[in-house]
Antibody, heavy 119, light 107 residues
Framework: EVQLVESGGGLVQPGGSLRLSCAASGFTFSNYAMYWVRQAPGKGLQYVSDISGNGHSTFYANSVKGRFIVSRDNSKNTLYLQMGSLRPEDMAVYYC????????????WGQGTLVSVSS | EIVLTQSPATLSLSPGERATLSCRASQSVSSYLAWYQQKPGQAPRLLIYDASNRATGIPARFSGSGSGTDFTLTISSLDPEDFAVYYCHQRINWPRTFGQGTKVEIK
């Protein structure tokens, strides 16, 4: 059974940093691109970043480029999102999701971890 | 960046009625568009990919159509479990984007 479990969320002050993790199980992690998608309270889904299976290619939303870094450790089956220079508008539930290797859409999602940015 | 605009923002319908949701792209996404369903407190679930293909386990009452810039998600007869928020999503290029969502609520 495919499972994605996010962790690392919490309260951080504006300008601060936080690292999110997503532990994957039930599939060959290195074969799949992985995504971060966020959802501000009461708002819609927003793409944040994604990374190829081997970690060599990374992509970002314009709103986080230069502040967030996505990475993965395939030996640990874990996806990361290093978030820096956090702003109040970064407050959201952050989901990790797997990109289906055939159709290239997001077929499995974690339950999310909440990041709060406030002084 | 491709902007996806969904309409209407809210659709108020009764169980058994037909729901028609729209997603319009600011430039062509060919058929590289998906629809997701999200219920309160849950992660999104993939319903439709490549504009018209149902994902595994999705009931036949869900169907998608369109190509280029105009897409439609149709729920032929609303089941009580279908009241949720629906998002479209494009994967033709980066950054990936989502529409702002359509809420299907019980009338």
């Amino acid at each position: 059974e495919v499972q994605l479990v996010e962790s690392g969320g919490g309260l951080v002050q504006p300008g601060g940093s936080l690292r999110l993790s997503c532990a994957a199980s039930g599939f060959t992690f290195s074969n799949y691109a992985m995504y971060w998608v966020r959802q501000a309270p009461g708002k819609g889904l927003q793409y944040v970043s994604d990374i190829s299976g081997n970690g060599h290619s990374t992509f970002y939303a314009n709103s986080v480029k230069g502040r967030f870094i996505v990475s993965r450790d395939n030996s640990k089956n874990t996806l990361y999102l290093q978030m820096g220079s956090l702003r109040p508008e970064d407050m959201a539930v952050y989901y990790c999701a797997r990109e289906d290797g055939y159709n290239y859409y997001l077929d499995y999602w974690g339950q999310g971890t909440l990041v709060s940015v406030s002084s | 960046e491709i902007v996806l605009t969904q309409s209407p923002a809210t659709l108020s319908l009764s169980p058994g009625e037909r729901a028609t949701l729209s997603c319009r792209a600011s430039q062509s996404v060919s058929s590289y568009l998906a629809w997701y369903q999200q219920k309160p407190g849950q992660a999104p679930r993939l319903l439709i990919y490549d504009a018209s293909n149902r994902a595994t386990g999705i009931p036949a009452r869900f169907s998608g159509s369109g190509s280029g810039t105009d897409f439609t998600l149709t729920i032929s007869s609303l089941d009580p479990e279908d009241f949720a928020v629906y998002y479209c999503h494009q994967r033709i290029n980066w950054p990936r984007t989502f529409g702002q969502g359509t809420k299907v609520e019980i009338k």
